[in-house]
């Protein structure tokens, strides 16, 4: 069984269009994370999501547009796709937000915008 | 500020051991973690230290934290090929937020 999985895993669009990625995790964990790692492998968070509400917000463009349906799920959708969008983008989820809360990394989407 | 800095490679020979090092600049860091990443895959969770820890070690893991400087490392003992990867450290700052800052990432290559 896979704890965290995204999907999809590969996503290749042109410039300008709307993709959604997606993202569940089977652990029962309250907390939900999307990171961008760029082609040097720079890994940056985007945004964290506390039982469905947004509690990180990093500067990303509002072009990002996260949306958690319910605990289990945080789904990423991007308006108006451009060049620097493409990367890999990781889910990842944690228990809560106190302690040391390992967190648990997706495979990754690798999205290439032409 | 947050900032963490990693070499960006390291190449060891198989068998020896391998030395990672990373630095960071939130003073107020509560935990520090070590994360491998394979080919084509997502981060792997390795170990991690709380701040107030200088020592822990982990069956072939050791990391070493010097708070006073600001210095992470990860020693692999006996480093086979099967641990090369890109090993990223990553810090939680201190603020109560969940949010990790990662390091630049150390491509360590083991021939055999």
């Known amino acids: 069984d896979t704890a965290v999985s995204q999907t999809p895993k590969y996503l290749v669009t042109q410039m300008g269009n709307d993709k959604s990625i997606k993202c569940e995790q089977n652990?029962?964990?309250?907390?939900m994370y999307w990171y961008k790692q760029d082609s040097k492998k720079f890994l940056k968070i985007m945004f964290s999501y506390n039982n469905k509400e947004l509690i990180i917000n990093e500067t990303v463009p509002n072009r990002f547009s996260p949306k958690s349906p319910d605990k289990a799920h945080l789904n990423l959708h991007i308006n108006s796709l451009e060049l620097g969008d493409s990367a890999v983008y990781f889910c990842?989820?944690?228990?809560?937000?106190?302690?040391?809360?390992?967190?648990?990394f997706g495979p990754g989407t690798r999205l290439t915008v032409l | 500020g947050e900032d963490v800095e990693q070499s960006l490679f390291l190449s060891v020979r198989e068998g020896d051991s391998s030395v990672i090092n990373c630095t960071y600049t939130?003073?107020?860091?509560?935990?520090l973690y070590w994360y491998k990443q394979e080919p084509g895959a997502g981060l792997q969770l390795l170990t991690y230290?709380?701040?107030?820890?200088d020592m822990k070690q982990d069956q072939r893991l050791t990391v070493l934290l010097n708070k006073k400087d600001k210095h992470l490392s990860l020693r692999i003992a006996d480093t086979q090929t099967g641990d090369s990867a890109i090993y990223f450290c990553?810090?939680?700052?201190?603020?109560?937020?969940?949010?990790?800052?990662f390091g630049t990432g150390t491509r360590l290559l083991v021939s055999p």
């Open positions: 230290i709380f701040s107030n820890m």
């Open positions: 652990l029962g964990h309250d907390t």
């Open positions: 990553a810090e939680r700052p201190g603020g109560g937020f969940q949010k990790l800052v």
């Open positions: 939130d003073s107020s860091s509560t935990y």
């Open positions: 990842a989820s944690s228990r809560g937000t106190s302690g040391n809360n390992e967190q648990f």
